[in-house]
């Protein structure tokens, strides 16, 4: 076996009764055996054409001639820079595996024309583009290969030379892909997006990036027989086991670090998983990945968090809340083994861990804003070069400063429960030092805090901020691009595409009754420096 989990609990009676249950009801065999009823007769209908996942160590296995000998005749022709445009499922994996094996890969999960301008602009000459979505109808992802078709075509270059789509077979993708006479990848319709890792959407843009896919297939395959069996020395089990009973309890919070592995956005692959898929109901576990095991959040953590290490070093464990696991192994090997710990724990929290219900909420809500429908938000007051936006209900009259406003904001924050999700609407890579406001919010209200670029947590922690628990106040930041980008053939360009998500899904969570502030920025110059004082 090549991975293994350390927990804590501090009610390690609740803990083996859960184990105990799992263990009789045989659940880790069903699951391998694909047993859609596993997760109750509402939930049957949908794990029915889910459950493909837990064979993909040998059933991918065909794919990986054809990638290596794309892989050697795209580099045969120069072509060895890998832009990959895709969202939440079809991203996350390849991104995580391809810094495990230390390639390049250009991860392009924005609508934010300066980082979509900055990606084009970087080596189009060199560049190969994966378009991977499994439903084939995202606009994000509809958008970036619009972009990219015009700067192959306005360069003189022929796109199907370059574009290689992963999609779903019979999607409105492969239709069109396959007329334009691009190469096409299909998936396995009966994965799950952010299930599918080792599918097509996985393997297909890491193994052009250079990775080595069929190690990790292997790495995979090593851990199976250990995932697929009924006993309590079964890490996918106890891991499940574990999260879902603190879930229960009320700890229901998981603050994620990598503990010296090799591979530290595996976080981020786990983020999505977790929170799609039991964010809803009401119910769920928020992961909030931090920086590392001395970052706040994990020191000092807070009584409804359990503490989940991943890698090598583990830590010695002593949250707060006496709940904790720390899980190493291969990355192949844990990217498995969280699979069936999501779909465990989703049995124990009372979910189904298949569906996201309230994603499209926010889709539709941007739509609507696109197409005129939505209403245009009034901003609550300007403070320099920052506008303001409140939803109704709780911003103090009178506040005229973005301090004012932030501190009245954390102040709606429940002190057992609550928690903050700030939701940067920018360019991850030229803003980046922005996400250090995380830690520093930490401090500040002792409290959880995740952080999130705009649009991409929209397809992965957006489910839970929307249909799991209502204790989080959101915090969005927009800004004025350095130079908008047309979206080719489409009514809106790509800053109109992103003001437009950032709103709908504000709207979206404040018809809920939640709090969400946004500042926008008149222009991105410096954004952490220009929001220092109000979020420090
Ligand atoms: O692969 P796609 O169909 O483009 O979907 C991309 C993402 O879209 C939605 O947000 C889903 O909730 C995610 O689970 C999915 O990964």
Redesign the pocket.
């Known amino acids: 076996m090549s991975a293994g989990v350390e927990l804590v609990a501090s009610d390690k009676g609740a803990l083996e009764a859960t184990l105990d249950r799992l263990i009789a009801d045989g659940v880790a065999s069903g699951i391998a055996r694909q047993d859609s009823t596993l997760w109750g007769p509402a939930a049957e209908e949908e794990s029915a054409k889910r459950l493909a996942w837990v064979s993909l160590s040998s059933a991918s296995r065909h794919l990986v001639p054809e990638i290596m000998a794309l892989r050697d005749e795209l580099r045969a022709q120069g072509l060895d820079h890998v832009v990959l445009c ?5 991203s996350l994996a390849p991104e995580v595996i391809c810094e495990a094996a230390g390639v390049d890969l250009d991860v392009l999960d924005s609508s934010d024309p300066d980082f979509v301008r900055t990606a084009i602009e970087k080596d189009l000459a060199r560049s190969v583009v994966v378009v ?7 606009v994000e ?1 509809d958008s970036q290969k619009r972009a990219w078709e015009k700067a192959f075509t306005d360069a003189r270059i022929d796109p199907a030379e370059r574009i290689v789509v992963v999609t779903d077979p019979g999607s409105p993708l492969s239709e069109a892909a396959t007329a334009a006479g691009y190469r096409v990848f299909h998936a396995d319709p009966a994965v ?3 299930y599918s890792a080792l599918t097509a959407f996985g393997i297909v843009p890491s193994g052009l990036a250079g990775a080595d896919i069929s190690a990790l297939l292997d790495e995979a395959d090593a851990v199976r027989a250990a995932l697929e069996t009924d006993t309590a020395d079964n890490p996918g089990l106890a891991l499940g086991a574990l999260l879902g009973t603190a879930a229960r309890v009320g700890v229901d919070k998981m603050v994620l670090a990598s503990a010296g592995a090799p591979y530290a956005g595996l976080g981020d692959w786990i983020e999505q998983l977790v929170a ?1 898929s039991t964010g809803k109901d009401s119910l769920g576990i928020l992961p909030v990945v931090v920086e590392s095991t001395e970052a706040p959040n994990w020191q000092p953590s807070t009584p409804d968090s359990v503490l989940v290490a991943y890698g090598p070093k583990a830590p010695v464990l002593s949250p707060a809340s006496g709940w904790g696991a720390v899980v190493d192994g291969s990355l192949g090997a844990q990217l498995l083994l969280w699979e069936y710990a999501t779909a465990i724990a989703g049995r124990v929290i009372g979910i189904n861990p298949f569906d ?1 219900p309230d ?1 499209e909420s926010a889709k539709a809500a941007a739509r609507a804003m696109l197409d005129g429908g939505g209403a245009q938000p009034e901003p609550a007051f300007v403070d320099g070069d920052v506008t303001v936006y409140a939803s109704p209900g709780w911003l103090p009259e009178g506040t005229a400063t973005v301090v004012e406003a932030v501190e009245a904001l954390l102040a709606q924050l429940d002190p057992q429960h609550g928690y903050v999700a700030v939701q940067a609407y920018l360019d991850r890579h030229r803003d980046a030092d922005l996400a250090m406001v995380r830690g520093r919010l930490a401090e500040r209200t002792g409290r959880p805090v995740t952080f999130g670029w705009g649009p991409r947590f ?2 992965s922690t ?2 839970y901020h929307k249909g799991g628990p209502a204790t989080g106040v959101y915090l969005q930041v927009t800004g004025q691009p350095e130079a908008d980008l047309a979206v080719p053939d489409r009514p809106f360009t790509f800053h109109e595409f992103l003001t437009a998500q950032a709103v709908g899904d504000g709207q979206v969570l404040a018809d809920k009754g939640q709090p969400v502030l946004r500042l926008h920025l008149a222009s991105t110059d410096d954004p952490t420096g220009r929001l220092g004082e109000a979020l420090g």
Do not use: A, D, F, N
């Open positions: 895709g969202m939440g499922g079809s991977s979505s499994k439903s084939g109808g995202t992802t799950g997006g952010r799609e996201q994603v929209l397809h957006g489910q």
